[in-house]
């Protein structure tokens, strides 16, 4: 028997799913445009974000939810559905009333094309001195047929007298700067033609549309059912067609039910509309509305100015969690705490080496900030750099050798960074999970600073020769096997003579090429590290580290540490 496809609605082949058909656009001009400037912001948070909550923003929340779109730098904010609820109504006479609203912030109320919701919203608005009564009416045939029992007619009739309400409400009941916008809900499901039709008809029954104070008119992806392309075609297209162009903004608002909203709302901004509408972290209903973080980031990544200040994102997501008790994905773009992480050894070792070449940048690239894997600077956003690496069993050497120099200030030399990555690979495989810094650190101590063997260091007395300053005397207590024994040796230098004396005693053979010193810390907290490289007679590399306030006395600690390791099967390169 044959398996019916779950694409087909029935035995007639009629198609499940079809892509909408493609927008008569044969001179589209966006596909060649670039982003050059911010559109205008509208946050709809407090209200398309706070119906879809499981528990909604408490009068307190709202306000407080408020005072952080105003200190973002939004400049339009959806307050509620104030016809909706007495909560909602009771929210926007508070702002107003108790003086919350800035004197460049316009509050906006939502609003269906239906009188006794239209009387309710513009009492809602007495005394505002910047505010946009946004109404609303559903324009596709699909809820004109099904769902409101209409015909097109009889929706522009109802959008035509509705406008007309809220434009004599206004003239009667306002007194302040009283905007307008206008959404034909499922734009992009609607007839394109029959969409111009009804916001022409909208515009005209506002009356007041100049372009000091132009109508707005919101073309909403209410429902994602096209992609980017096309909804970038609509807009595109529905800019050219209408008439009164340079007296209306052309608002975006899309949702994400198809994961797209981000990449249609810039399409879109390059097809010409000026404002978008959105949530931050793209809450809302289903999967949400478009990420207005994710899309000002996105402009401020290009290097415009978007007008939206995320330069502490970690406390305006740490608020929004909290008010709405709404977890961010930890891998969210920008906000998510692995936005800025890499896990993969050659992505941290990509990472570790882009940073320290980053002041090449501009003479390279022709701009500040040009790092692999990482498309803007974290510190932009209020992120650190220590949380930038992370490390785990797959992660290599770089990322090991990144914690330890951006949380512990060691300069590890090139040739030891194979052989730690490689140590604490093993401890993360045994582990497996992630491990801390604090961990690296640790393995880093015990293996090469202070790792087991039967060489214990008790004192070196470095001193110069009466006559030859040159010639040092090396005075050397050590423990061997828990034996101490005392041994004196000359050298060119205070290494020299350590190693001579190490020699005396019969230790293992080796020799000294060349030796990498640092100073960890500042001023009289400083501390010296040297990390020593010993030759074998077979070619083998086997480091070791010391510290020691005294840079000669880190450095012969660094020997011991290293015949420690050698003597314990501590395999260098």
């Not at 434009?167 to 009667?172: L, P, T």
């Not at 230790?507 to 400083?526: L, M, S």
Request: with cysteine; proline share 6%; hydrophobic share 40%.
């Amino acid at each position: 028997m044959d398996t019916p496809s779950r694409t087909q609605a029935g035995p007639d082949g009629t198609p499940k799913y079809a892509l909408p058909p493609a927008i008569d656009l044969p001179n589209r001009q966006w596909p060649s445009k670039r982003h050059d400037h911010a559109p205008l912001w509208c946050s709809v948070d407090l209200r398309d974000g706070n119906q879809a909550l499981p528990n909604p923003l408490t009068p307190s929340q709202k306000l407080e939810y408020f005072r952080l779109l105003c200190d973002i730098g939004f400049k339009h904010i959806e307050v509620g559905f104030p016809s909706a609820s007495e909560d909602d109504f009771a929210s926007v006479r508070s702002l107003i009333e108790d003086n919350h609203i800035p004197g460049d912030v316009f509050i906006m109320s939502l609003v269906q094309c239906r009188p006794h919701l239209i009387e309710r919203t513009l009492e809602s608005l007495v005394d505002a001195k910047q505010g946009i009564i946004h109404a609303y009416a559903a324009t596709s045939d699909l809820h004109m047929q099904q769902v409101f029992r209409t015909d097109r007619k009889g929706a522009i009739d109802m959008v035509t007298q509705s406008v007309k309400q809220i434009r004599e409400g206004c003239d009667s009941m306002l007194d302040g700067d009283i905007r307008f916008e206008f959404s034909p809900e499922e734009f992009t499901d609607t007839d394109p033609e029959f969409a111009v039709e009804i916001c022409e008809a909208a515009f005209e029954a506002w009356g007041k549309g100049s372009v000091e104070k132009p109508v707005i008119l919101n073309l909403p992806a209410t429902v994602e059912r096209r992609l980017p392309n096309q909804y970038a075609d609509l807009i595109e297209w529905f800019c050219g067609k209408f008439s009164q162009r340079d007296k209306v903004l052309i608002s975006l608002h899309a949702h994400n039910d198809q994961g797209m909203a981000v990449a249609a709302t810039e399409l879109a901004l390059l097809a010409g509309a000026d404002r978008v509408e959105g949530t931050l972290f793209g809450h809302g209903e289903r999967t949400g509305n478009v990420d207005l973080v994710v899309v000002a980031s996105n402009l401020f990544s290009c290097g415009i100015d978007t007008g939206l200040d995320f330069s502490d994102l970690p406390k305006v997501a740490g608020t929004v969690e909290r008010l709405t008790g709404m977890p961010i994905y930890y891998r969210q773009p920008y906000a998510g705490r692995y936005a800025f992480t890499a896990f993969s050894g050659s992505h941290q070792d990509a990472i570790r080496k882009g940073i320290i070449k980053l002041n090449e940048a501009p003479d390279k690239f022709g701009v500040g900030w040009k790092v692999p894997y990482l498309h803007v600077d974290p510190d932009d956003l209020g992120r650190k750099f220590e949380r930038l690496i992370r490390i785990n069993s797959q992660s290599g050497k770089g990322g090991a050798v990144w914690v330890l120099e951006q949380d512990f200030g060691l300069e590890i030399p090139k040739d030891m960074h194979r052989e730690v990555g490689q140590i604490v690979q093993v401890f993360a495989d045994s582990a497996s999970r992630e491990i801390s810094s604090e961990e690296v650190h640790q393995l880093f101590n015990e293996h090469f600073l202070n790792p087991e063997g039967p060489y214990e260091l008790v004192g070196y007395w470095p001193r110069p020769d009466d006559a030859d300053p040159t010639l040092i005397h090396g005075e050397v207590k050590i423990r061997i096997q828990g034996v101490e024994q005392d041994i004196v040796a000359d050298g060119n230098g205070p290494i020299s003579a350590f190693v001579h004396a190490m020699r005396a005693i019969d230790a293992p053979e080796f020799a000294i090429d060349d030796y990498h010193e640092q100073a960890v810390g500042k001023g009289a907290e400083a501390t010296a590290m040297a990390f020593v490289p010993l030759r074998l007679p077979n070619g083998k590399v086997v480091y070791g580290a010391g510290a020691d306030t005294n840079i000669d006395q880190a450095a012969v600690r660094a020997i011991v540490a290293g015949l420690n390791r050698m003597t314990t099967n501590e395999n260098g390169k």
